[in-house]
């Protein structure tokens, strides 16, 4: 048995993000009736490889990943193209890989780079290294030791006793530590990360987590940076479940669902009242009371609505943008 134990302590926060998504999971499976809408997954699915690779640097808007998907005929920069098919095809073999088989990633990656880099389907033979832009993130362990690291961390996984979306995430963080392969690591850490959570619960194989991460990639960045310096993958362990949480908030129709949408638009409401209180609060404020950090995210689901709606009023409503702005009910 291996004793491969990856570096990590845990913190309230991240005890707290873990209960705050399972209750948002509980809620999504109430409304979904537990039946996930095909239309939705794909839509998710287009979304999800879309994001993944535009972090990957693929310039492809939306429409045109879409129509690539639907076999259309897109100008483009062939390679480009061919990553999204590539990456399809292999979000498409999900559901029948094996998450904790080496063999399996392997196989996945030979998918998802074909025709990309010579050495698709293979363990990188060379040094490699992460990087922001022009600046040095991380470089990698010695190609030799790859073989070796990465059984390792798959005998971890399946052996540890951690809440899979702890475990997941500090999957996710030693995948990119380790930097596999030659090419493809950000893409393929991405999808293993939502493979290994999938196993769990079947709604993380169609939750586009890719776009927020996409959203906060200076935030992924930093997180991975700060781990790598401390020797302890907290940072990024929270910034994930973060990111996971805000994924699951915005995802207010899962099934067909005109109903869903008004029940969570009433749950959001109703959570937003209840921290409000009778006080005069910022939206910051508000946000932390909430446990929020993606604005975007509190704006469209929370205080939008209970704006709309009539729940609550701003202090200065002559001024919406002040920044002494707050808000109370009415």
Do not use: C
Request: proline share 5%; no cysteine; aromatic share 8%.
């Amino acid at each position: 048995m291996s004793e491969y134990k990856p570096p990590f302590h845990t913190t309230d926060r991240i005890t707290n993000l873990v209960a705050a998504i399972s209750e948002q999971i509980g809620r999504i499976k109430v409304l979904s009736h537990g039946n996930l809408n095909p239309h939705l997954r794909k839509k998710n699915r287009i979304r999800t490889i879309h994001s993944s690779l535009a972090i990957e640097q693929n310039s492809l808007s939306l429409e045109q990943v879409t129509a690539i998907v639907d076999g259309k005929r897109v100008l483009g920069n062939p390679n480009e193209i061919r990553e999204v098919r590539n990456a399809y095809d292999t979000y498409n073999m999900m559901l029948s890989l094996d998450p904790y088989a080496v063999k399996d990633l392997l196989k996945a990656h030979r998918m998802m780079m074909e025709g990309l880099i010579p050495e698709n389907g293979r363990f990188r033979s060379g040094g490699v290294g992460v990087f922001a832009g022009d600046v040095v993130v991380h470089m990698a362990p010695p190609a030799r030791l790859v073989p070796g690291e990465i059984q390792d961390l798959f005998e971890w996984y399946k052996t540890s006793e951690m809440h899979p979306l702890i475990r997941s995430s500090i999957f996710h963080y030693e995948f990119e530590f380790i930097h596999p392969f030659a090419d493809g690591n950000g893409r393929m850490g991405r999808m293993w990360h939502s493979l290994l959570l999938g196993k769990w619960n079947e709604i993380f194989y169609w939750l586009p987590i890719e776009e927020l991460i996409r959203s906060r990639q200076q935030e992924y960045y930093n997180a991975l940076g700060a781990s790598n310096r401390e020797s302890d993958s907290s940072a990024f362990v929270e910034l994930m479940l973060e990111i996971i949480l805000d994924t699951l908030r915005e995802t207010t129709v899962v099934g067909n669902a005109e109903e869903s949408t008004k029940a969570a638009a009433n749950s959001y409401i109703q959570k937003l009242l209840h921290v409000l209180g009778d006080e005069e609060l910022s939206a910051a404020e508000i946000m932390r009371r909430l446990g929020l950090s993606h604005r975007p995210t509190f704006r469209k689901n929370y205080l939008n609505p209970a704006l709309e709606q009539g729940f609550i009023n701003m202090t200065i409503p002559d001024k919406p943008n002040s920044r002494n702005q707050k808000y109370r009910r009415r």
